[in-house]
């Protein structure tokens, strides 16, 4: 098992910042890939970023350009770097880690709010 503890939300003005941080523990192995992703209220999850175990990159549209993120060499930790926040943007993050396999198996954090006023 993989545990994930999210950390960094908060209240932000729009166009203000803020960095998410991600720590894992556990059987932290065969880890494919990590991302955030988010889920406002009413809405369904979806992906805000990714890195691949090689440092590929991904991000969805609506935060390219704005949004950062990195990992940790060790990979154990996962950051998100948002910048010029948008009241779009409130919602509640989630850390995910993927691990590879015969299946992949996700791990998921319990999330962070982050809430952009306007």
């Known amino acids: 098992q993989v545990q994930l503890v999210e950390s960094g939300g908060g209240l932000v003005q729009a166009g203000g910042s803020l960095r998410l941080s991600c720590a894992a523990s556990g059987s932290i192995f065969s880890i494919n890939a990590m991302g955030w992703y988010r889920q406002a209220p009413g809405k369904q999850r979806e992906l805000v970023a990714t890195?691949?175990?090689?440092?590929?990159?991904n991000y969805a549209a609506s935060v390219k350009g704005r949004f950062t993120i990195s990992r940790n060499n060790a990979k154990t930790a996962v950051y998100l770097q948002m910048n010029s926040l948008k009241p779009e943007d409130t919602a509640v993050y989630y850390c995910n880690f993927r691990r590879g396999g015969f299946t992949d198996t996700d791990y998921w954090g319990k999330g962070t709010l982050v809430t952009v006023s306007s």
């Open positions: 890195i691949t175990s090689s440092g590929s990159t």
